[in-house]
């Protein structure tokens, strides 16, 4: 099994950052323009990404003390894939995000991370925007 562990910065409050990842049914919003599409029926969502790929993700786990939000991918390019995003508060104003993938097979790494990285850069941007407005 591989994984991709991420982190970055993000200059917003802990609560405000987390408001947004709590709220999983609007992933779309919060990693635009990553994503384009977010749909959510009991604890399965679907996202669709900027180029039309349609992924389903079962919500495991929303923990409000934690911070974290996990979730299982369904389908997709990986036979099996999990993962957990965090949130941890990294100073005044400021929030570390913690994004932990794990997914078989061990060759779809470099696309993962590719979309990962791309995630984290969406999200950083969207949350510092919205604080702005």
Request: aromatic share 6%; charged share 15%.
């Amino acid at each position: 099994m591989a994984s991709v562990h991420l982190e970055a910065i993000v200059a917003v409050d802990l609560h405000v950052a987390w408001a947004a990842l709590a709220n999983v049914g609007r992933a779309d919003k919060l990693f635009a323009p990553v994503l384009n599409g977010c749909t959510l029926e009991g604890d399965t969502r679907t996202v669709t990404f900027a180029n039309g790929m349609a992924v389903r993700e079962q919500i495991i786990d929303i923990d409000a003390a934690a911070h974290r939000v996990a979730y299982a991918v369904q389908g997709a390019s990986a036979t099996h894939m999990h993962a957990g995003m965090q949130l941890r508060h990294a100073g005044t104003g400021l929030t570390r995000f913690v994004w932990l993938s794990a997914f078989l097979p061990a060759d779809a790494r470099p696309n993962i991370e590719a979309l990962m990285r791309q995630g984290v850069m969406a999200l950083r941007a969207n949350l510092e925007r919205a604080k702005g407005s």
